[in-house]
């Protein structure tokens, strides 16, 4: 090749660059080619300045297209307005306080101090905001640029209507947080006194049917008026009967009534417009809604005297009462649908008690299964079997922790505790596998039911068990059966997710094969897909085991026993030591069996 | 063909949601791919493809990536659900077949081998290769002797016991082609099963086929995108092009005639050593005589036969000065000088 060709390759080259940066830039090309190929060349000084980003980042920006700048220009200037603000707020306080500077040294020291080191902060993060702006501005323009090219619906060009986009966001933030920071923290429970007047005065407005508080106002004066002059009349009186005396306290009283409605009426007349403001828009979300709280119904299940008499010794009907509401009660959204949840519950309890005694029974009974065969095997049996087990699927040295894992829960009299800790947690992961390898399964099949359940999923990992121990109580009663709810619920989610990831990642060229040679899909699946899911399944049930193990303690507090139970104890007497001691030997329960079960599956496992 | 053992006729595949009426619009406007895109959303895959493979046959479908072929071998066993058109084994319209014949069908008569070989990583060799014969059911004994007999026709005899892991590529697509002879099927689809291997093993596997389709005699299907390839395999090639199968030929008729320029830009750079014969290039005796004089046949002529290739020709031309003779049962059909021969193998008219 030449060298012309070789210069008339690299002038195309260049021609093609300024065309496209034209093409982005839409306006000032030159200086924009210009700037990007010194970014290209890694040349561009590091003072090199953006003028108008550094006048008006924020409208640059938003013309440019280039937002993330937007609105990392709009955080700097606010926090650089709000510095400078607490200036104004604190400047009138310390003008008060020099007003006596005998007995306010302390407070005109720490104002001053305050003063300054926002001021200073404010006009340093003003100007080297600024700067970094304008000397990051090209820079980012450049990256937004590469990214341009590659996907051609990045913003490009320049544009007003971004600019009017920008003003609006601006006009929405700016004025509202510059004033908050002028302004003191606000009083709660001025806010909250002046939607009661308001609510009052309104009640009063409504009951009286005076034309507007004004009028009221002149009503009830005038009602006072009328009472002061009549007390006086009492009062002027040598001597009162006993109807004249109770006259008397009976004015008193209403006249106390009166009074507190019209201060009532002058409180409300004397909120201010800036009051109103504050307490709508700054701060706390207003508190919006007052509505009638749901009927308080109990609902509850007592013998059906009829059905007994008529010779159905054990029959039972759900008795619904309903309590009498109080009076004159509201209640916001959060407490309405809390007491609507806490009757439903009743509810659900009451009807369906069949259902959740019998639910509760078969726990019970599974559980007491369980628990006899690791409590009530000697102990030189269990600790046999564990050893026995590590030493056949795994080295010497998980022998040796497994030994002596045993050995502390021996030594510090813990071993009947953690094989109750241990039963807890077998028939919890049993049951976490009866359940959710099918719906892992059915999840890795069907695009709707990965829709339903992925959601749920979540919520079920993530939701605070705390918060479902109460209902999980209300259900089931106390102690094991809700523990074993709880800790499924907590527990089953990677048994789930995990089973169905791991028959999806099956790879479609290794389903295909099996059809071509005559699969039919009951076979794809225990043929194919779950044993070359089997790993993957492994790993859920290791997270399964794990995560009910750390629920032992928290379904302590709804009376599971345990270690748990200990470490609950320990928590509610300060006891560090004994908590430590057995939260630890958790830990190593966790461990023994995660290392146990990863020895056998590593020696079956053929992938 | 009357005899064929798979017999395609005018199979369409469109891919898309509104395949259906795509289809009737190609068929009542004959609109093109664009179009077809356009309008429904929808993308062609297999055009009109029609063929048959006679039993024993091997018929190799080349194209490039993207060009449908391994979309239009997945139509044999009804992987895929062509959009219109039919499709015959052994005489029978597998459209019609429902689940359980047409599993049964897939399991005994037709095996396939995968590029990426696609075995079972949690079974053993023997596992793999018996898998359609368990499919179907058949004990684990028998399953065993046949999967052992299976190996041994791969010569992977002793391997049974392995994982596919511990196999190499070129040995594992051995297992993949075992797995597809196991349940003895009359047909193989074989869907670029050589390509992801090194060049050497490559050859290695391509001979060893050849060897047991002589001695097995499967008709087979065989996808390529190598010319190469499927000029050493193909008794047939069908060439394909954005979904359609653009001739039909054997290799020589290919070379020699391409059917258009795609696939005269195709061949260009094959070798026609090996695949031209003598009859394809031979003047005739008259012709010869009328432009070089007469020929004295009495003179030591090198003597070929008229199917001898190229490569023949050039040996017996280098040992001597005299034009080869095209001869068959005594009589000269043919003359071919060194001209004739190097315009030959270049492909170009002697004029």
Same mark, same amino acid.
Request: proline residues 4%; aromatic residues 8%; contains cysteine.
């Given at each position: ?253 209403? /006249? ?157 009299? /813990? ?109 794809? +699946? ?44 320990? /928590? ?15 830990? +190593? ?19 | ?197 090194? !060049? ?65 830009? %195709? ?17 005739? !005796?008259?012709? %010869? ?63």
């Amino acid at each position: 090749m030449s060298i012309a060709q070789g210069t008339g390759a690299e002038q195309r080259i260049t021609d093609d660059r300024d065309v496209s940066v034209g093409a982005f830039t839409g306006s000032e090309e030159r200086y924009f080619s210009h700037a990007f190929e010194h970014i290209q060349r890694g040349d561009l000084p590091r003072w090199h300045l953006n003028l108008p980003a550094l006048l008006v980042p924020w409208f640059w920006a938003a013309f440019r297209g280039v937002w993330l700048m937007f609105w990392i220009a709009l955080a700097v200037d606010v926090i650089a307005v709000t510095c400078l603000m607490q200036v104004v707020k604190f400047a009138p306080l310390l003008a008060e306080a020099e007003a006596n500077p005998a007995e306010n040294t302390v407070l005109i020291e720490r104002y001053s101090r305050w003063i300054a080191t926002y001021g200073t902060a404010g006009a340093i993060i003003f100007v080297a905001g600024r700067l970094w702006l304008a000397s990051s501005a090209n820079r980012w323009y450049y990256a937004q640029y590469t990214r341009w090219r590659i996907r051609p619906e990045v913003s490009s060009g320049t544009s007003t209507r971004r600019v009017v986009l920008a003003a609006l966001i601006m006009a929405l933030v700016v004025p509202l947080t510059t004033y908050r920071a002028t302004q003191q923290r606000l009083d709660e429970r001025a806010c909250l006194k002046q939607i009661r007047s308001v609510e009052e005065l309104g009640k009063m407005l409504a009951a009286s049917g005076a034309a507007d508080a004004a009028a009221l106002r002149a009503g009830l004066a005038a009602q006072a008026e009328t009472l002061a002059g009549e007390r006086a009349a009492i009062d002027a009186l040598a001597e009162r009967t006993q109807a004249q005396k109770a006259r008397r306290a009976a004015i008193r009283k209403e /006249l106390r009534g009166v009074n507190r409605d019209i201060r009532t009426i002058d409180e409300v007349a004397g909120i201010s417009l800036k009051d109103r403001f504050d307490c709508w828009f700054i701060d706390d979300f207003p508190t919006l809604a007052r509505i009638e709280p749901p009927a308080d119904v109990i609902y509850r299940r007592v013998p059906d005297e009829a059905a007994i008499a008529a010779g159905d010794t054990g029959a039972t009907m759900v008795l619904r009462e309903v309590k009498p509401p109080v009076e004159g009660r509201v209640v916001n959204i959060f407490t309405y649908s809390a007491e609507s949840i806490d009757i439903s519950i009743n509810y659900l309890r009451a009807s369906f008690a069949g259902i959740f005694d019998a639910m509760t029974h078969v726990l019970r009974q599974s559980l007491i299964l369980v628990e006899t065969a690791f409590m009530q095997t000697p102990w030189p049996v269990i600790a046999f079997l564990f050893i026995a087990l590590s030493w056949a699927y795994t080295g010497p040295g998980t022998t040796l922790f497994v030994a002596s894992s045993l050995g502390f829960l021996a030594v510090f009299e /813990l071993w009947q505790v953690a094989m109750q800790t241990m039963a807890l947690v077998v028939v919890a992961t049993g049951l976490c596998v009866i359940i959710g390898l099918p719906v892992g399964i059915w999840m890795a099949k069907n695009k709707w039911a990965r829709w339903i359940t992925e959601p749920i999923l979540d919520v079920m990992q993530t939701i605070p068990s705390l918060s479902y121990l109460v209902p999980a109580v209300a259900f089931f009663g106390i102690s094991q059966p809700p523990a074993v709810i709880a800790t499924v619920v907590f527990a089953m989610p990677p048994m789930i997710k995990l089973t169905a990831l791991g028959i999806l990642q099956v790879p479609e060229t290794t389903k295909e094969a099996a059809m071509a040679f005559g699969a039919s899909e009951r076979q794809l +699946l225990t043929k194919v897909e779950l044993p070359m899911a089997v790993p993957s399944i492994m790993a859920g049930l290791n997270q399964t085991i794990m995560l009910a193990l750390s629920m032992a303690t928290i379904s302590a507090f709804i009376g599971a026993e345990g270690l748990g139970a200990i470490v609950t104890a320990a /928590l509610g007497d300060a006891q560090a030591g004994k908590g430590l001691l057995a939260g630890i030997a958790i830990a +190593l329960v966790a461990m023994m069996i995660d290392r146990i079960l990863k020895g056998i599956r590593a020696s079956f496992s053929r992938i | 063909m009357s005899d064929a053992v798979v017999e395609l006729e005018g199979v369409w595949k469109v891919f898309g949601s509104r395949a259906a009426e795509a289809m009737s619009a190609i068929r009542a406007e004959g609109i093109g791919k664009p179009e077809v895109l356009e309008r429904y959303d929808a993308v062609v895959g297999v055009k009109d493809a029609s063929f048959s493979v006679g039993e024993g046959e091997i018929f190799c479908l080349m194209g490039l990536s993207g060009s449908g072929k391994s979309t239009l071998v997945r139509h044999i066993n009804r992987l895929i659900e062509p959009t219109a058109g039919t499709i015959r084994i052994l005489g029978e319209d597998i459209g019609q077949m429902r689940t359980e014949p047409l599993r049964a069908l897939r399991a005994t008569k037709i095996g396939m081998v995968f590029q990426n070989m696609a075995l079972l990583p949690h079974r053993s060799v023997r596992d793999n290769i018996g898998f359609a014969l368990e499919l179907r059911g058949m004990d684990a004994y028998h399953r065993a002797q046949l999967a052992d007999v299976a190996l041994e026709k791969v010569s992977l005899h002793g391997y049974g016991d392995r994982l596919p892991s511990e196999l190499s590529g070129g040995m594992q697509q051995r297992v993949g082609l075992a797995r597809a002879l196991a349940a003895d099927p009359e047909i193989l689809l074989m869907d670029e099963p050589f390509s992801a291997l090194d !060049p050497l093993i490559r050859r290695n596997l391509q001979d060893e086929f050849l060897g047991l389709s002589a001695n097995l005699k499967k008709t087979t299907v065989f996808i390529t995108h190598d010319l190469d390839e499927a000029i050493r395999m193909g008794d047939r090639i069908g060439i394909m092009k954005d979904g359609e199968i653009v001739q039909i030929g054997t290799a020589e008729d290919i070379v020699t005639a391409p059917a258009d320029d795609y696939v005269a830009d %195709f061949v260009a750079g094959i070798s026609r050593l090996k695949l031209v014969s003598a009859a394809k290039i031979m003047v005739p !005796p008259g012709a %010869f005589e009328a432009q070089h004089g007469p020929l004295d046949l009495a003179r030591d002529h090198p003597v070929a036969r008229p199917e001898d290739d190229l490569d023949r020709l050039v040996e017996l031309s280098t040992h001597a000065d005299l034009p080869v003779l095209i001869k068959a049962e005594d009589k000269v059909l043919g003359v071919v000088d060194k001209n004739t021969l190097l315009h030959g193998l270049q492909g170009s008219s002697t004029e």
